[in-house]
């Protein structure tokens, strides 16, 4: 630009020169220095107006440049952080803001100024607690490099990173994935520095987290990189997947042909675990509340409360019933989930416990009749399943005139004698009459006496002679 204008006041000057006449060289020798002294005057002003100009487009560029970078940094969408106590959160934001910071082109000094905008809750109250104790002078001069390690400290502790080390130690695939299992390989192998740069440790462990029916196919292979390994794991689990789809069609369409078998009742039995004793258990769709048998209710810890107001209840007999009474949060165990219910005591026959739909609401339950299962959602938002007792097999009965239809085509017969083992033995109590002389029996009844010849004779008094009289 300066050029721009220095070639501009030259073309002035030429041609201010070439206007002059030639018969005017006669001029005095002092009147051409004052003419020279007056244009060099003009340039001059001319560049130092121009360098002014430049130096305050710069400033204002400068000033573009930072709102530019802040409004890219904004763009590249980091996370809040809330100051939780956990390393690898502490870390992963770390890592994002930093990541920001190299695509914003951001400049060392506004890093920390930018990354502050993202704290919130207790971390943003961490670093007013900073500046309260070092003052508002210390910001200015607060490097990113000192904020990286005084956050870490304060949100990546190292008993915290010591628990991390353990849990990596213990780490198992259970019902997780191999991809869920390498991104956690990766969340917690950053803290344990040993595996960093040994790949062999690293393919090692990654391959004793793995499953049995994953971990005993691949090993033979002996995996050198964790690419290879990686690779292997989602195969195998991808044929075992495959597999079990196949068993599971094959069920779903036995269970389809089930369906079409006349249903049974609503209910569902199951057996659940109140004050750790065994209840017989019927989950009834067509009940708005929960019962618990008079008989059950005595094993129950917690005492009875007054209802609200009294509820007829019309049970199978047709009687209708009065009742006042309720447990309240009685809790019952089911697969090892603790839920709770209100119970309302009242005549039951079969069964401890009727649950209904105020119970199977309150933990989101479905009722999949031609399963007999029951699904359910414990209260730490975990489906569990309650399978319902099976149905027993049915006697085969035949009649006496089939048997002998069937008995001279050659078909086999068995005769069978059959003593009911479980029956008790009575007792002399449970004897009339003998039992108001139980003093003279022995404790056991062993049966009807064995028999024997009996002598009976009568034995006269000496000296006396029988009396004989005439018939």
Known sequence: MVDERHKEVQKASTSKGAESPINDATRDESENESSSDSEGLNYGEVIRKELEELKKGGMMNDSRNEMATYRDFMACEVPKIDGMLDPIACTKWLSTVEGAFCTSCCKEKNKVNFALNFLRDSAKMW?????????????????????????????APVKEVDKIQEEFQTLAQTY??????????????????????????????????????????ISPFK???????????????AYLLRKKNKETKRKLDFIDRDAKKPK???????????????????????????FVSFEFSKNL?????????????????????????VYRDV??????????????????????????????????????????LVRAVNPQGQEIIIYGDKKKGEFKLCSIMKTRKY??????????????????????????????????????????????????QIDLIPGETPIAKTP
């Open 407 to 456: 008995l001279p085509h050659g078909c086999q017969a068995f005769m069978a004698h059959v003593i009911d083992t479980r029956c008790e033995k009575k007792s002399v109590k449970d004897v009339s009459v003998v039992n108001e002389f139980i003093d003279v029996f022995p404790k056991d009844l062993l049966g009807i006496p064995p028999e024997r010849q009996v002598e009976f």
């Open 176 to 217: 997780a994935t191999v991809n869920e299992m390498w991104k956690k390989f990766n969340d917690l192998i950053r803290y344990c520095p040993k595996y960093h740069w040994n790949e062999k440790l690293k393919v090692e462990k990654f391959q004793r987290m793995l499953r049995d029916d994953i971990r005993e196919v």
């Open 223 to 237: 995996c050198t990189t964790l690419e290879d390994l990686l690779s292997r794991a989602r195969l195998r689990e």
């Open 264 to 290: 049974q009742d609503q209910g569902r039995r199951s057996t659940i675990l109140v004050n750790s004793i065994p209840a017989r258990v019927l989950y009834d769709s067509g009940v708005s509340v929960s």
């Open 301 to 325: 810890s917690t005492p009875p409360n007054k209802l609200h107001f009294p509820l007829e209840v019309e049970i199978a007999s047709n009687e209708i019933m009065v009742v006042s009474k």
């Open 127 to 155: 670093w007013e607690g900073k500046i309260y104790e070092k003052g508002e002078e210390w910001i200015g001069t607060c490097t990113w490099k000192e904020f990286k390690e005084m956050f870490t400290t304060e949100y």
């Open 331 to 372: 809790e019952i165990e089911i697969d090892d989930s603790v839920f709770r219910i209100d119970l309302i005591p009242i005549v039951l026959g079969a069964f401890d416990i009727v649950i209904g739909m105020d119970w199977l609401d309150r933990y989101n339950a479905n009722t999949l009749c031609s399963q007999k």
